[in-house]
């Protein structure tokens, strides 16, 4: 009893006690939510509850081995019943499969085999798939299934027109995974929560049999997964869930936040334990995630704390791009690891869409640094940019047969695999490629009138694809997207996920496309491209390696904890996304998505947003995230990350001499003078509210070249970090005006820069006032910074 008790916090200790009765644990992130579920177990034993009364429900495999784990160290060799609901939900169905029409011997389909089956019944429903995917239509269905709607209660209901063509395959697919004696994940808890709801008797045996119900991450449940512990809990009501409703971010896939929010109106007697202390991370961070998440209006107060010491300030940095940002980061992780004795598998960087890991695995594998992409598959292995790399190979080898097979009929083209089989036999009768074969598809024997067309359409587009074999790779995947239509395929058939937008990743390989064409304006070529993929994919395969960066979406964060966390893009319409915007339900799901990901941080926090970030080839401006401003801006360390190109206009000649006075101040004070001596980095100034990154500050020998200088005599040149500083320092250096910064003139008013050109005494602004536009040489004019 020592055991299970000590070390435990007062709110700790209540729940532990706690035995008989319903119980909802408000857990917040880091407050030993698992020691506590796992110690009250162990007490509930001790106190003499038979151990076969209890069942632990969990949403994964590895939370319930952890709890198995520490309940045996508490209390060992007790059979107590802890999993997942699926497999909770599976062993029940194998004792009551003939109630539902199975027998006990059921098979459980996984995601290929469902995909499959899907297949089959569209067909056999003779639904068409013009308007959706086998994929889509099955995305529906799940989402009925996780509501505990029956085919028959689906037909019955308004239905938007993807809905409604699931409704039609739905009961052709139920039937014929009965008839395969067969269950898909969804069915595994749908049979179980009609049973109970059908069948008092067994729903009561059960009740009296698990008298003590403890459920994790009940801010999870879907209304499948409530409705069973909720039957298992009347005549017993010993129900005891734990749970946070600030991290619930399952919202689009069926998980329901009124389930925890509303369960003391389910049991009024219900006792609630609020453990608010953290045991994770510094103040600092813990203070920007309450902050941010008090702006939320659905969710249950709580005051979290720590005992930790302050530690660093969370930083907020603003990157030039997001290859700058890529960059940035490896770099700080490579400094971190050779200066502060870090491991690679103390850093992780989180996103919110998975089309955002390409520059990161770039930056981080450049530097050397071993990395993991966790619930996401790596970029060049994603389905679609896989199809388009399978095109540019067979431009680039026609005898490339794999490729062949995988985009003779992708997108879509009435190629089917009895035509592609008829193709292989005949290229190795012949012993010719299988590209040469589908080009004397009108020699093959078997194949349909239909299907000779259909090849000679491919062959066609092959064609036109081999012409443009030399031309610069963006173009070539351009035109190839164009081509195939590969845009409207996507949209036809991808299933739209919060984390993965197959579109988003086609867009992300024009821009590597781009990318690379800039790297290799001389030597730059198809073959060389797809050399540099490859070995990308070669490199990245280290068996056994487990000290890894970690690159993760925010969705597969939860549950996880990092030393040093970066967020990446915390931008406005990818956190929060744009589809959240007109729907405040999912826009304060977006802002615990954030919270999730703040609150993994142990040690060092930094965000991070863009001034400019590349989609689809095109570098476009961004806005920050409307998140950032809720957190505690006054506490946050502020860095702008200035890059070279921003001293001058690339378009500008270097070889241009500048007059003595122009930009920094002589030691005087005065204005002007050309440089002899400068100090080891020249200045670069940030916006008020940011610090200079140091790290990315022009070097004074790049500076002293590009400048030409005239001997005159020597400057020290003083860096000033706000804009506060500016104003009074005596003069503003011209590359502090930038687009988006306030002004104010002496007659105009106040106003803001929208257009900056030009360089040294050429620099330009152009500048909206109340009363009308109007351009200042930056050199002479007489604009004070806002």
């Known amino acids: 009893m020592d055991a299970i008790f000590e070390n435990l916090t007062e709110a700790q200790r209540e729940a532990v006690g706690h035995i008989e009765g319903p119980m909802l644990i408000l857990a917040g992130p880091g407050s030993g939510k698992t020691r506590v579920v796992t110690h009250r177990i162990a007490n509930m034993i001790h ?40 497999r909770f939900c599976a062993q029940l169905l194998r004792r009551y499969a003939t109630m539902v029409g199975l027998a006990e011997n059921y098979s459980i389909y996984d995601t290929q085999d469902s995909k499959q089956a899907m297949k089959r019944a569209v067909m056999a429903a003779g639904v068409s798939t013009t308007h959706a995917s086998p994929d889509q239509i099955a995305s529906s269905i799940s989402h009925a299934k996780n509501r505990l709607m029956t085919p028959e209660t689906m037909q019955g209901q308004i239905l938007r027109p993807l809905d409604a063509l699931a409704a039609k395959v739905y009961p052709v697919y139920q039937q014929q995974l009965l008839t395969a004696n067969a269950v898909d994940f ?33 801010q999870d449940t879907n209304l499948a997964q409530y409705a069973i512990v909720r039957a298992l809990s009347i005549d017993q009501p010993n129900l005891a869930v734990t749970g946070d409703p600030d991290q619930s971010i399952y919202g689009w896939r069926g998980a329901d936040l009124n389930n925890i929010l509303d369960f003391e109106k389910d049991y009024p007697s219900v006792k609630t334990a609020r453990l608010e202390k953290n045991y994770r991370s510094t103040p600092n961070i813990l203070r920007a995630a309450d902050q941010l998440i008090r702006h939320n209006r659905k969710r249950k107060a709580k005051d979290l704390f720590t005992d930790h010491p302050e530690g660093d300030a969370v930083v907020l940095r603003m990157f030039q791009d997001g290859y700058q940002e890529a960059d940035g980061i490896a770099d700080e992780i490579v400094h971190a690891i050779a200066e502060e004795g870090m491991k690679p598998s103390d850093f ?28 996401g598959v790596e970029f060049y292995q994603r389905r679609e940019i ?178 040093r966390v970066y967020i990446i893009a915390v931008e406005d319409d990818l956190l929060p996304h744009k589809r959240s915007k007109e729907n405040e339900a999912q826009f304060e799901e977006e802002r615990r998505l954030l919270f999730v990901g703040i609150t993994r941080a142990k040690e060092r926090l930094q965000l991070s947003c863009c001034k400019r970030r590349a989609v689809r080839g095109d570098t476009r401006p961004v806005i920050p995230s409307p998140f950032l401003n ?25 070889d241009q001499s500048y007059p003595e006075s122009w930009d920094l101040p002589d030691e005087d004070g005065s204005p002007g003078g050309d440089l002899d001596a400068v100090s080891e980095t020249a200045p670069v100034i940030a916006p008020a509210g940011f610090e200079i990154d140091e790290v990315s500050q022009l070097p004074a020998e790049e500076l002293a070249e590009v400048m030409k200088p005239k001997k005159k005599k020597n400057i020290v040149v ?69």
């Not at 429900?57 to 059979?79: C, G, I, W, Y």
């Not at 919110?352 to 990395?371: D, G, V």
């Not at 003779?408 to 005949?426: C, L, M, S």
């Open 186 to 218: 969804d069915d595994l808890l749908l049979h179980i929560a009609n049973l109970l709801r059908e069948n008092p008797e067994i729903r009561s045996e059960l009740d009296n049999k698990y008298k003590y119900i403890l459920v994790d991450e009940y």
């Open 718 to 786: 003083a860096g000033l970090k706000t804009g506060a500083d500016l104003l009074t320092s005596g003069t503003t250096p011209l590359m502090s005006y930038r687009e988006g910064v306030l002004v104010r003139h002496s007659e105009h008013g106040e106003g803001t820069i929208i257009e900056v050109t030009g360089r040294g005494p050429k620099r330009t602004a152009k500048v909206i006032f109340p009363d009308g536009e109007f351009s200042f040489r930056l050199a002479f004019a007489k604009l004070e910074l806002v």
């Open 386 to 563: 896989k199809d388009l790399l399978a095109y540019l190979h067979l431009v680039n080898n026609p005898n490339h047969d794999v490729a062949l097979m995988r985009v003779i009929n992708t997108p879509t083209r009435g190629i089917g695999a009895k035509t592609v089989e008829r193709i292989r036999d005949f290229a190795d009768y012949n012993g010719i490629p299988m590209l040469e074969a589908a080009r004397r598809a009108k020699d093959i024997e078997g194949l349909a009138k239909r299907a000779v067309t259909m090849i000679g359409k491919f062959i066609k587009i092959y064609d036109r694809l081999a012409i443009k074999a030399t031309a610069p790779l963006e173009d070539l995947i351009r035109f190839l997207v164009e081509e195939t239509e590969f845009e409207a395929y996507l949209e036809k058939t991808a299933v739209e996920q919060q984390d993965a937008n197959p579109m988003s990743n086609v867009d992300e390989l024009i821009t590597a496309a781009v990318e690379f064409d800039r790297q290799h304006p001389e030597d730059g070529s198809l073959e060389a491209f797809l050399e540099q993929v490859a070995l990308v994919a070669d490199t990245d395969a280290i068996d056994g390696e487990t000290d890894r960066v970690t690159i993760m979406t925010l969705h597969a964060a939860k549950g996880l904890e990092y030393p």
């Open 630 to 654: 809720e957190l505690p801006l006054d506490e946050i360390r502020r860095i702008e990350s200035t890059g070279n190109r921003d001293w001058f206009d690339e378009e500008e000649d270097y």
């Open 47 to 86: 106190q003499g509850v038979p151990p076969w009364q209890i069942a632990a429900l969990t949403f994964t495999n590895k939370a319930a081995d952890e709890m198995r784990h520490r309940v045996d160290s508490l209390a060992p060799n007790q059979p107590v019943w802890m999993g997942t609901f699926h």
């Open 348 to 375: 992780a960087i989180f996103c919110r869409m998975n089309a955002l890991t390409r520059s990161l695995e770039h930056a981080l594998r450049s530097r050397s640094l071993p990395y993991q992409i966790v619930n």
